[in-house]
């Protein structure tokens, strides 16, 4: 199990480990930034500002900027879902274009 301190990595550290999507009929909590309640150890999901990388992406090491995505506070587990992957994807493919362009 990770430590809360995993839940909330630097910029230095790749989060980019274990994902899953969110169950389909999330529990919701009366927390104000909670999406559900995470189905692997029951902690809340919130969306965070979240450091990636660097990580290599289609061939290149890159690191895109932090992005914010749902991750349970508890066991640090990322559960994403479409506007998350939309996001996640938007920031490699902006990143890979500017390593591309030798910016």
């Given at each position: ?41 029951g ?36 559960w ?24």
């Amino acid at each position: 199990m990770k430590t809360a301190d995993q839940c909330y990595p630097t910029e230095d550290e790749a989060i980019l480990g274990t994902s899953h999507s969110p169950p389909s009929t999330p529990s919701h909590s009366t927390q104000k930034n909670n999406i559900f309640n995470c189905p692997d150890c029951g902690g809340s999901v919130e969306v965070r500002l979240c450091a990636i990388g660097p990580i290599t992406y289609r061939g290149i090491e890159i690191k895109p900027p932090p992005i914010h995505l749902p991750i349970c506070s508890q066991c640090g587990e990322q559960w994403l879902d479409k506007e998350a992957t939309d996001r996640l994807h938007t920031a490699l493919e902006n990143t890979y274009a500017k390593v591309k362009q030798g910016k």
